[in-house]
């Protein structure tokens, strides 16, 4: 994941809103991801955006993509202690095989 | 269908011995991916398949690691002579041409002693 970087921790109060950041370095990425690991399970696909978007809205969830500065950022409102778990940004360059990077993930803690 | 399936999900093993993992994707979906994590990591490529046929190989896969796809349905990963420094979570992941997404199992986790 050196490609994609990540802080590795986020602690915020249940109700409040979080936000996760992402920088990633190549240029040429197509398509951005965030996906969500609880303990013990695999990685579920949460939202993903096309590198020619600026925003995508998801219920709860937003993502913004700044690609000037490639960064990308998933917010997620009304924040709730099932939402605890590891994030991962990820990008792939798209083409035949979409084969993503991912950054080593943030660990989301919510408390009461 | 009930996504993707990896069996076993734990396996331990003594250095030196050669573990096969199996891995079973959504049935529609002709892409499979092989992936590594390793603690406080993200997942790592390692390899990927269409259909039947083995189209890229990341440089982590040493030659101890062989994949195979023989029917383009389920996989197999088979480690050779474990090391240490195998002990990961072994993820599989399966996609359709074209889609953007792809959908995880929960993953086989290694444990080399």
């Known amino acids: 994941g050196e490609d994609v970087e990540q802080s590795l921790f986020l602690s915020v109060r249940e109700g409040d809103s979080s936000v996760i950041n992402c920088t990633y370095t190549?240029?040429?990425?197509?398509?951005l991801y965030w996906y969500k690991q609880e303990p013990g399970a695999g990685l579920q696909l949460l939202t993903y955006?096309?590198?020619?978007?600026d925003m995508k809205q998801d219920q709860r969830l937003t993502v913004l993509l700044n690609k000037k500065d490639k960064h990308l950022s998933l917010r997620i409102a009304d924040t709730q202690t099932g939402d605890s778990a590891i994030y991962f940004c990820?990008?792939?360059?798209?083409?035949?095989?979409?084969?993503?990077?991912f950054g080593r993930g943030t660990s989301l803690i919510v408390h009461p | 269908d009930t996504g993707v399936s990896q069996d076993p999900r734990h396996k331990i093993t003594k250095r030196g011995q050669n573990v096969t993992f199996r891995c079973d994707p959504i049935?529609?979906?002709?892409?499979l991916y092989w992936y590594r994590q390793t603690l406080g990591q993200g997942p790592e490529f390692l390899t990927y398949?269409?259909?039947?046929?083995?189209?890229?190989k990341s440089r982590l896969l040493s030659d101890r690691f062989s994949a195979e796809r023989p029917k383009g349905s389920f996989s197999t990963l088979e480690i050779q002579r474990t090391e240490q420094g195998d002990s990961a979570m072994y993820l599989c992941?399966?996609?359709?041409?074209?889609?953007?997404?792809?959908?995880f199992g929960s993953g086989t986790r290694l444990t080399v002693v």
């Open positions: 049935s529609e979906h002709n892409r």
């Open positions: 398949f269409q259909n039947e046929a083995q189209l890229e």
């Open positions: 190549d240029s040429s990425s197509t398509y």
């Open positions: 955006i096309f590198s020619n978007m």
């Open positions: 990820a990008e792939s360059m798209g083409g035949g095989s979409y084969i993503p990077t």
């Open positions: 992941a399966s996609s359709t041409i074209g889609s953007s997404g792809y959908t």
